[in-house]
């Protein structure tokens, strides 16, 4: 019995001392914890300087497209072209023909043919009444009046024939610029209609690349900044600069800019996509950790650390560098900011002034 008594007193004074130990670890526990939090989960927001970049989604776009358009009614032969084929200004690429063609060259040769005869009878007249004035035998008002007739018949010979050369050029379908031939809106044997598109052709070296800005952003983009397009399929950035900016926006609330290379014209392709950064003017905001950003609603929060404790700030961020973002509006400098679990205490405090209703 005495045995048992002992036994038992010695386990209740090891008990004893293991909950002695564990309440000294764990006090020793939470205030390492406390430290921590102290040290590391509050910083200090100060204002930094930082060069402004403005990143958006870029392609390459022909400035405009050629569209090659039937002068004449008529039916289409010889042409023989493929998307994608390259043209000189003036090359030849088809002929327009048929009925129409026929009658429109039959008469312009008729005509033709009728100036040059009125033309040849009034230098025959011209000449007889210089002779006839000669013998006295006409007066000198008729041989102004001959001189009339002549320079009528010649004006209406030209006439003619820059007709005819006007309608032989117009049935010869040619490639009115140097470019690529981008879609053929015709085939041989088809019959074409006065203004009707043959084929559409992208001008060599009319390529820009386009791109669109949104938000502050957009505000601004100026015509004139410089800036580097990364391709989507090419490391090597191209100098870029804005040419034009839309001054509208578009239904989705952004705005169109214009770039063109600067220096040397760049090899790219039409439809040719990647990232276009532009740079902006030196600027000063203050800076926060990223992770100290908190989204609820629709708007961004910090929670701001003071003596009474955290309390919940709105802000309006601006562009990232690194781990940190800029706030352009809602926080002063010096302002301490929670970063350690920012996301979870926001919400407790939020919990904790929440009241239910009745």
């Known amino acids: 019995m005495d045995i048992l008594k002992r036994a038992c ?10 909950l002695a130990v564990s309440c000294l670890f764990g006090a020793a526990t939470t205030q390492a914890q406390a430290a921590s939090t102290d040290t590391h989960a509050v910083v200090t927001a ?64 008729a ?7 009125s ?26 009046q001959a001189e009339s007739v002549l ?42 209609a006065v203004g009707q598109p043959v084929f559409t052709l992208q001008p060599a070296n009319k390529l820009w690349l386009k ?15 410089e800036g580097r397009f990364i391709s989507a399929d090419d490391s090597n950035p191209i100098p870029v600069r804005i040419a034009t900016v839309s001054g509208s926006i578009a239904k989705d609330g952004g705005e169109s800019v214009g770039l063109m290379p600067v220096g040397a014209a760049p090899v790219w392709m ?38 009474t404790g955290n309390h919940p700030q709105e802000v309006v961020p601006g562009p990232a560098h690194g781990w940190e973002t800029f706030i352009m ?8 900011v929670v970063v350690d679990n920012a996301y979870l205490e926001f919400h407790r405090s939020i919990s904790q002034r929440y009241q239910p209703p009745d």
């Open 211 to 225: 791109a669109v800005y949104y938000g502050a952003e957009a505000a601004m983009i100026k015509p004139g900044m």
């Open 329 to 336: 509006h809602g926080l002063a400098p010096g302002t301490e």
């Open 46 to 109: 100060n204002v930094q300087t930082f060069d402004q970049q403005f990143h958006a989604y870029g392609q390459v776009e022909p400035i405009a497209i050629v569209q090659v358009r039937a002068a004449s009614p008529g039916i289409v032969s010889g042409m023989n072209l493929l998307p994608g084929q390259v043209l000189k200004s003036g090359q030849e690429i088809g002929k327009l023909g048929g009925p129409e063609i026929k009658a429109l060259l039959l008469q312009s040769n």
């Open 111 to 117: 005509e033709l043919r009728s100036a040059q005869a």
């Open 270 to 307: 039409n439809g040719e996509s990647g990232t276009v950064v532009l740079n902006g003017s030196k600027s000063s905001m203050v800076a926060v950790p990223t992770r100290a950003l908190i989204l609820d609603q629709g708007k961004w929060w910090v929670l701001v650390h003071t003596s």
């Open 151 to 192: 320079a009528q018949a010649q004006s209406a010979n030209e006439t003619a024939r820059a007709n005819l050369r006007a309608l032989q050029q117009m049935i010869i379908l040619r490639s009115p610029v140097d470019g690529q031939v981008s879609s053929v809106d015709a085939a041989n044997g088809e019959r074409m």
């Open 119 to 144: 033309l040849a009878a009034a230098g025959k007249s011209l000449v007889f009444q210089k002779q006839q004035r000669e013998l006295h035998l006409a007066t000198q008002l008729a041989v102004i």
């Open 9 to 18: 007193g010695h386990a209740r004074r090891t008990i004893a001392t293991l």
